[in-house]
């Protein structure tokens, strides 16, 4: 069964900094292209930060840019959104995302981020 945990979200102040993390299983992980994505409070789901397997590649998207790192542990199975200056703006329900390439996509549950004035 595959399966995508978030962990990591909660409130926390303007200027602050949140570590999320996303374990998955049930696929071949290190084989995976490996993504976080955010939605907004009536915003359409946006790409934050996407790593590929292999070559590392990184995109960030202008949810991402500037302020956020995408990193992933292969041995835990497992990636890091790390989070800083974090403004009321980047209030969301961030997703982990994975893509093997081929035709399976996967999204975990998603876990909330608030940023308080």
């Known amino acids: 069964q595959v399966r995508l945990e978030e962990s990591g979200g909660g409130v926390v102040h303007a200027g602050g900094s949140l570590r999320l993390s996303c374990t998955a299983s049930?696929?071949?992980?290190?084989?995976?292209?490996l993504s976080w994505y955010r939605q907004r409070p009536g915003q359409k789901r946006e790409l934050v930060a996407g790593l590929r397997r292999a070559d590392g590649d990184i995109e960030y998207g202008d949810a991402g840019k500037g302020r956020f790192t995408i990193d992933r542990d292969d041995a835990q199975n497992t990636v890091y959104l790390e989070m800083k200056a974090l403004k009321p703006d980047d209030t969301a329900v961030y997703y982990c995302?994975?893509?093997?390439?081929?035709?399976?996509?996967?999204w975990g549950q998603g876990t909330q981020v608030t940023v308080s004035e």
């Open positions: 049930g696929f071949v992980f290190s084989g995976s292209a």
């Open positions: 995302h994975a893509w093997n390439y081929g035709p399976l996509i996967y």
